[in-house]
């Protein structure tokens, strides 16, 4: 009983000593917490007739980066959503939580390099919109959505058929749309690993993404560890675009719950991580719609208690 | 020891991963390792079904008792037939699990059972969407299966969910429209439908181990099947005809009979019953993209079969209608619809109970119960809200009535498919298909159960069953 007091006083008195882990289990605690705000116009068009949407200025995507609006569009997508209005929609996309369900009809307009559609260019399955018909007054909120070759979202606009408008064009223009994320991978628990050792991970017991939305294990298809030359901070900043912005990286495709990282492959083999720049290890979903990682975390060293 | 105890006990940011905790099946049976030898599990090429062979010292009728890690439930599979050695799969359990089972058998009124084993199942395809279970009252709800398809722009599947909304099967199939289960419980039906009315359509019977599937194909087959007591397919299917001195060709539907020797004959050709309406123009047959000069006539999606009055029954956009089929003749019984110049049933109802109807379903032998997409474009809402109907037919009167009326709280347009099935007495279980969303709704049309799939992905058809097996 004596020794079980000390031991607990030793828990009050200090921090306990980080152990590093070799089978490590990764939990909620390690997660990082983001949120984003969707900031996008509301277009007020003329119901039931015919209009252009332009993105030929459209030089930033809603993050802010480079965008070529010729290269950088493979489709655009038109979605009405009968019971939403615009906030509606742009707080469920940055929830990441729109269900089918809240959807009236969808199709598509492949531009093929060009830098508009004509709302009567859309069409699904080789079915034309009949714009007379569909876009009218009363259909909520349209959410007109730029798609990359990679099918990840470049910028948004909403658009509201409207009779009392008579405004038949549309001008995406940079700053139209953002996407603000507020990322931290402060708060978590960092996962403490040997130095220059790979380790087995295993997530099995994770619950919830970073976003606080359940987490369906079975969508986790890639596993990524990041080493960034650049304070954690720094890489906060370009949390959208976090496999593109590390200095090193290594990936695995993983189908259950667990994986050896002796088997991620980058440019070198991976060899555990070090002490002198920031790790990450973050777990993608490559068919969900939300590109951002469903879980991540900051690897830091630890050793053995002598 | 107890310091170090004590502190590991507060440190806990790198735990290694907690021990198995394994269910308790010893309360089940007496453990009798001499009557049970040789028990094998493994991982089929479905990584959530598993393969249990064993022998036995005795012959016996022995079945396989399951349970997932920390799982409340424990499965059964059932009892098998009176043999030395067997094996058999088991179904229901989720990806990537630790499962313990032991074989059982009662022997002289004493459940007998083999050691425990444990196995590990394997990941299902990553994918399958995430499902979000909204609403799950589990006293309301009628717990079963869900046999259906899901859809998504780049992949397909032939799935199977479990009442929690979870999926525990899924097979690739390119272009599915519809996934169920086939009678006899050992494989999952699915349709690759032709791409146009000159091209070859298949139906697939898919081993649950998820073994290689075997192939039934016919010309022109479509969209909805069903299957016969005796394991013939009944599909729709696809003819064209030409009208007016050849300057027209319309495309109607059949019912084409697919028989397990690989023989196939169309039993109904509704140009055979039916005179389309040629003061009409009607939409182009598209395929692969590209308007035809064949137009869409008729263009059924659904079809039910009726075992006790060997009927078929199937939906009809084109009036707006359900048809009975004798399948014996192949002659067409009735027409219901809204509309008394073409319906042979007086419909009584102030409201239109048909619109654009996509599933039908014979209840009771005089209740018909139908999936609505409502009507869209040409004056009608551009996003109409699908609702269910079902209708008394009294076959004295020659009256259909409205019995029952269910929509969803909130507006959900399904522009494809759509599908409503009772389940028992009072329970019906509605996909709402393109939506993403099956329910579950009770006799006072309450939604008991609710699973919605993210936004880009779909359910094709489907059939709701109690037990997998």
Known sequence: MTALLLGLLACIAAPPPVLPCDDCALTDANNFAWSSTLDAPAWHLASGADATIAWDTLDRDFYGDPFDPAQDVGRVALVALPGLTPEDVADALAHDDLAQADVGLFVFCAPGGATTCRLSDFELFGNGMAVETYFVAGTGTWLLALLTPEDTIGAV?????????????????????????????????????????????????????????????????????GRFDAPLSEVETRAHALTESADALWTLDVTGSEAELASLTGETPFTGIDGDATWLLALYCSSCLNPAPRFATVLVTAEDPT | MSLLLALAACTQPNATPAPLTLPDLDGACVSDPE????????VTAVPTVLRVRWAASEPVAARVIYAEDDAAAVLSTPDGATSAEAETLLLGLHPDRPVTLRVAAEIDGVQRCSDALQVRTGALPSDLPATNVVVDDTEREVRGWHAVAVIKEQAR??????????????????????????????????????????????????PLDGGEPTLLSATGIHTDFVELPDGTIASLGWSVREFADGTRRLLGDTIVELRPDGTSSTVFDLFDHVTPDLSAEYDPVVVGGNATDVEDWSHVNSIAYDEASDAYFVTGTYNHSVLRVDRATGNLSWTLTDDPLTSDWEMRSS???????????????????????????????????????????????????????YSSDACVTVPFLGQARRIDRHNTVVNWTSAGRITQVDRWEDTVLQIDLGLGTAFGSGEWVESLY
């Open chain 1, 157 to 225: 606009a909403f658009l509201i058929p409207d009779a009392a408008s008579t405004t038949t064009s549309v001008a995406l223009t940079p700053d139209d749309s953002t996407l603000a994320l507020d990322v931290d991978f402060r708060s978590l628990a960092p996962l403490a690993v040997r130095a220059d050792e790979a380790f087995h991970v295993d997530w099995s017991g994770l619950t919830h993404d970073g976003l606080g939305n359940d987490l369906s294990l079975g969508t986790l298809d890639r596993l990524v560890v």
């Open chain 2, 35 to 42: 009557l049970f030898t040789d028990v094998t599990a493994e």
């Open chain 2, 157 to 206: 599947y032939a799935t199977i969910l479990d009442a929690d909304g979870q999926f525990v099967w899924a097979y690739p199939v390119r272009d599915l429209f519809r996934a169920t289960l086939s009678r006899d419980g050992t494989a999952m039906l699915a349709n690759g439908p032709a791409q146009s009315w000159d091209t070859s359509g298949d139906i697939y019977r898919i």
């Open chain 2, 351 to 405: 409201e239109r109970e048909l619109q654009m109807p996509h599933s039908v379903q014979l209840v009771d032998d005089d209740t018909l119960l139908v999936f609505n997409r409502g009507e869209f474009g040409d004056g009608a809402s551009p996003t109409p809200c699908a609702f269910v109907s079902e209708l008394d037919l009294d076959a004295t009167a020659g009256a259909a009535t409205p019995r029952g009326h």
